[in-house]
T-cell receptor, first 118, second 111 residues
């Protein structure tokens, strides 16, 4: 397997524009996570899906952020309209099973999408 | 709310030294703890996972320990090499689903 694949790797856009980040999880993995990494706040969980269903989106900063998972092999994170404070590296990660006591499985991260909003 | 702290934030050691990275967490009711490595411009790579019922895990030159009652974990790296230079992150699973990350320790191993 090629691992978790994210695109684009780098995105530079102007404030107010729509940004769409894409993720292809590892085949067979049933959990998908979106994280955001900044110097100030470190890694923060935005949302996660189980079997394509959003389970917890409490980490999504505000209504400008939305995420979808139309099928088991594809997810998107959309920011509309984008703002300079959204500049960060966005990571997608997937795992087989959850991270809970019943079946703690290794989380595999993609290489990330570095977003710069001017 | 779970707080995960890693000390030191940065560390520089000469090649060959043994070293310890520290991680502390505020809520001891965890399912497991994981250590990750992140290289510049790259994603995270899982190194070791310790279940809450375990005391330690070993992989090659790496050994991670967990003292759940005191809210601490350490990552021991033996005979450090320049290729070990990276940021090491500790992450705690206390919800059953997602991980809470520390901000990491940036390690530089000099030849």
């Amino acid at each position: 397997d090629a691992g978790v694949i994210q695109s684009p790797r780098h995105e530079v856009t102007e404030m107010g524009q729509e940004v769409t980040l894409r993720c292809k999880p590892i085949s067979g993995h049933d959990y998908l996570f979106w994280y955001r990494q900044t110097m100030m706040r470190g890694l923060e969980l935005l949302i996660y899906f189980n079997n394509n269903v959003p389970i917890d989106d409490s980490g999504m900063p505000e209504d400008r952020f939305s995420a979808k998972m139309p099928n088991a092999s594809f997810s998107t994170l959309k920011i509309q309209p984008s703002e300079p404070r959204d500049s960060a590296v966005y990571f997608c990660a997937s795992s087989l099973g959850g991270q809970g006591a019943a079946g703690a499985n290794v989380l595999t991260f993609g290489a990330g999408s570095r977003l710069t909003v001017l | 709310k779970q707080e995960v702290t890693q000390i030191p934030a940065a560390l520089s050691v000469p090649e060959g030294e043994n070293l310890v990275l520290n991680c502390s967490f505020t809520d001891s009711a965890i399912y497991n703890l994981q250590w990750f490595r992140q290289d510049p411009g790259k994603g995270l790579t899982s190194l070791l996972l310790i279940q809450s019922s375990q005391r330690e895990q070993t992989s090659g030159r790496l050994n991670a320990s967990l003292d759940k009652s005191s809210g601490r974990s350490t990552l021991y790296i033996a005979a450090s090499q320049p290729g070990d230079s990276a940021t090491y992150l500790c992450a705690v699973n206390d919800s059953g689903y997602a991980l809470n990350f520390g901000k990491g320790t940036s390690l530089l191993v000099t030849p």
